[in-house]
Nanobody, 117 residues
Framework: QVQLEESGGGLVQPGGSLRLSCTASGDTSTLYLFGWYRQALGKERELLATVTIYGATYYTDSVKGRFTISRDNPNHTTYLQMDNLQPEDTAVYYC???????????WGRGTQVTVSS
């Protein structure tokens, strides 16, 4: 079993930055793919970015050039650096992970990011 815990959310002004962290615990040796999603109020959860344990990354067009995903394998932590945040980035941000087997997936509880002046 794997547990994911996000941290780093909060209130930031437009144009500001935040770095989210997601730390995995439990049977972390099985994990292969890590991602960040967000869900704004009244909207569906959307994928933002993914990174593999080998460092290969993927970004959706909505965050490409503003957000950076990275991975610290020894510390089982995935980061999402978010720059030039805008009010439309306000949402609950979730960490997600998939093992090599693809037999299941894991979600964190989420961390709130609010962009407002």
């Amino acid at each position: 079993q794997v547990q994911l815990e996000e941290s780093g959310g909060g209130l930031v002004q437009p144009g500001g930055s935040l770095r989210l962290s997601c730390t995995a615990s439990g049977d972390t040796s099985t994990l292969y793919l890590f991602g960040w999603y967000r869900q704004a109020l009244g909207k569906e959860r959307e994928l933002l970015a993914t990174v593999t344990i080998y460092g290969a990354t993927y970004y959706t067009d909505s965050v490409k050039g503003r957000f950076t995903i990275s991975r610290d394998n020894p510390n089982h932590t995935t980061y999402l650096q978010m720059d030039n945040l805008q009010p439309e980035d306000t949402a609950v941000y979730y960490c997600h992970s998939v093992p090599r087997s693809l037999a299941t997936d894991y979600w964190g509880r989420g961390t709130q990011v609010t962009v407002s002046s």
